[in-house]
């Protein structure tokens, strides 16, 4: 597994080490999900098109065969601007084409190929030290600037931001209305951001429908949604000479950020919660969506759910429906916020919320039990150790992998 400098921590993907494919053509081939998911069936209702997805990460090739056109390089801003086009590691690629790629000439098929993509290139463990390193944006460094820019969503397929700049810039990014997407983890180790209010946390599953083992399961549980995540292709290294089968909830992460396009190029009107509300309540699942599951969150993702319901309610715009474990609804802070401003203009002492730039006093989701989509409290959950996932026609069993008979319960027991 990718690890981070001890500022950022580690990129939520592992190789499993095998060859690498003899050619691109094969990497669709190895996208499992394409079929049962109907992505044809969901491209005739949205592409992603009009979304822009900040992708956080190791910087992203624009020149690949499935991302030429796709990249927004020209739109980073000019503070982290440095190289975003120059993956040092082929990961920020993998990442932007399992989001964005037109899967022309055999490359990565995007889920959301309508979206575009804005690269920002962070400091991770692959980078060389020296010039390239301090010239190098940090990652909450980053995560402000695409706060302050028109993208809508930013995934980060990475873990380790712990220090007090980091919470404040999710939270800054929060109240601005972005949709932050984040990796669970590798390894069953818990990982930030994925950990923090506002984060949607991703959990990873196989071409089996069976939660990966190295997906984290701690006794908190982080995960909010789950999607495909092993047995996946993605480029080996920084050559781009080919593909390699890898597993991650970095994959699974982009995904999800993908059917978050798909969704919100939709219904381009919908804010944050809305998206949010509607990838909750459409994930197929075994168990009641007010006791979610600590490995697989509230299931796995179904955005042709939304897609194929032109008439489909998300509910009330200015309510958070995680708004129980996020410690209250950002957007609502962020309205006093600028209500205060307001009365204090002209005061030239008053300072930033502490909801947009300060560490937020819940630094980690919630304190117990879990939530519904609409916020309420629950009990845990019975014990249920699969997931029932409707795709199409058929319906598939996603079971809760792991040593031993692993268990669903409540997900926030924190």
Same mark, same amino acid.
């Given at each position: 597994?990718?690890?981070?400098?001890?500022?950022?921590?580690?990129?939520?993907?592992?190789?499993?080490?095998?060859?690498?494919?003899?050619?691109?053509a094969?990497a669709?081939?190895?996208?499992?999900?394409?079929?049962?998911?109907?992505?044809?069936?969901?491209?005739?209702?949205?592409?992603?098109?009009?979304?822009?997805v900040?992708?956080?990460?190791?910087?992203?090739?624009?020149?690949?065969?499935?991302?030429?056109?796709?990249?927004?390089?020209?739109?980073?801003?000019?503070?982290?601007?440095?190289?975003?086009?120059?993956?040092?590691?082929?990961?920020?690629?993998?990442?932007?084409?399992?989001?964005?790629?037109?899967?022309?000439e055999?490359?990565?098929?995007?889920?959301?190929?309508?979206?575009?993509?804005?690269?920002?290139?962070?400091?991770?463990?692959?980078?060389?030290?020296?010039?390239?390193r301090?010239?190098?944006?940090? &990652?909450w460094?980053?995560?402000?600037?695409?706060?302050?820019?028109?993208?809508?969503i930013?995934?980060?397929?990475?873990?380790?931001?712990?220090?007090e700049?980091?919470?404040?810039?999710?939270?800054?990014?929060?109240?601005?209305? @972005?949709?932050?997407? &984040?990796?669970?983890?590798?390894?069953?180790?818990?990982?930030?951001?994925?950990?923090?209010?506002y984060?949607?946390?991703?959990?990873?599953?196989?071409?089996?429908?069976?939660?990966?083992?190295?997906?984290?399961?701690?006794?908190?549980?982080?995960?909010?949604?789950? &999607?495909?995540?092993?047995?996946?292709?993605?480029?080996?290294?920084e050559?781009?000479?080919?593909?390699?089968?890898n597993?991650?909830?970095?994959?699974?992460?982009?995904?999800v950020? &993908?059917?978050?396009?798909l969704?919100?190029?939709?219904?381009?009107?919908?804010?944050?919660?809305?998206?949010?509300?509607?990838?909750?309540?459409?994930?197929?699942?075994?168990?009641?969506?007010?006791?979610?599951?600590?490995?697989?969150?509230?299931?796995?993702?179904?955005?042709?759910?939304?897609?194929d319901?032109?008439?489909?309610?998300?509910?009330?715009?200015?309510?958070?429906?995680?708004?129980?474990?996020?410690?209250?609804?950002?957007?609502? @802070?962020?309205?006093?916020?600028?209500?205060?401003?307001?009365?204090?203009?002209?005061?030239?002492?008053?300072?930033?919320?502490?909801?947009?730039?300060?560490?937020?006093q819940?630094?980690?989701?919630?304190?117990t039990?879990?939530?519904?989509?609409?916020?309420?409290?629950?009990?845990?959950?019975?014990?249920?150790?699969?997931?029932?996932?409707?795709?199409?026609?058929?319906?598939?069993v996603?079971v809760?992998?792991?040593?031993?008979?692993?268990?669903?319960?409540?997900?926030?027991?924190?």
């Amino acid at each position: 597994m990718r690890t981070v400098s001890a500022v950022v921590g580690a990129l939520a993907v592992a190789s499993v080490g095998l060859a690498p494919n003899a050619s691109a053509a094969d990497a669709q081939s190895q996208q499992w999900y394409l079929g049962p998911m109907q992505t044809e069936q969901m491209w005739k209702v949205s592409t992603g098109e009009g979304v822009k997805v900040a992708v956080i990460d190791s910087g992203v090739n624009a020149n690949t065969p499935s991302l030429k056109g796709q990249v927004l390089a020209d739109e980073v801003p000019k503070s982290v601007a440095y190289r975003p086009t120059d993956d040092y590691s082929g990961h920020g690629t993998s990442m932007a084409e399992l989001i964005a790629g037109t899967g022309a000439e055999g490359g990565l098929q995007g889920l959301a190929p309508g979206a575009k993509i804005v690269p920002y290139r962070v400091q991770l463990a692959d980078l060389e030290s020296g010039v390239e390193r301090e010239k190098t944006p940090l &990652a909450w460094q980053a995560l402000r600037a695409a706060a302050d820019s028109d993208a809508k969503i930013i995934n980060m397929s990475l873990g380790g931001l712990s220090s007090e700049e980091d919470m404040a810039a999710i939270n800054y990014a929060a109240s601005k209305g @972005k949709l932050l997407v &984040a990796a669970v983890g590798n390894d069953g180790i818990p990982d930030a951001p994925a950990r923090y209010p506002y984060v949607i946390g991703v959990a990873a599953v196989d071409s089996t429908y069976t939660v990966s083992k190295f997906s984290e399961k701690s006794s908190h549980g982080f995960a909010d949604l789950a &999607a495909p995540g092993q047995e996946l292709p993605a480029w080996c290294d920084e050559t781009f000479r080919s593909y390699c089968e890898n597993k991650g909830t970095s994959q699974a992460t982009a995904l999800v950020s &993908a059917a978050a396009a798909l969704i919100w190029s939709a219904h381009p009107d919908w804010t944050v919660n809305q998206v949010t509300r509607a990838l909750i309540d459409t994930a197929s699942r075994s168990w009641p969506k007010d006791k979610p599951s600590k490995y697989a969150g509230y299931g796995f993702i179904r955005p042709r759910l939304v897609l194929d319901n032109p008439n489909y309610d998300a509910g009330a715009p200015d309510v958070d429906p995680l708004a129980k474990v996020n410690g209250g609804d950002v957007l609502a @802070k962020a309205g006093e916020r600028d209500a205060n401003n307001a009365d204090n203009a002209g005061n030239s002492s008053s300072a930033p919320s502490a909801s947009a730039s300060a560490p937020s006093q819940a630094p980690e989701k919630g304190s117990t039990g879990g939530t519904s989509a609409a916020g309420s409290s629950a009990e845990p959950a019975d014990d249920n150790n699969t997931l029932w996932i409707a795709l199409g026609a058929a319906a598939a069993v996603i079971v809760i992998g792991g040593a031993g008979a692993a268990v669903v319960r409540a997900r926030r027991a924190r």
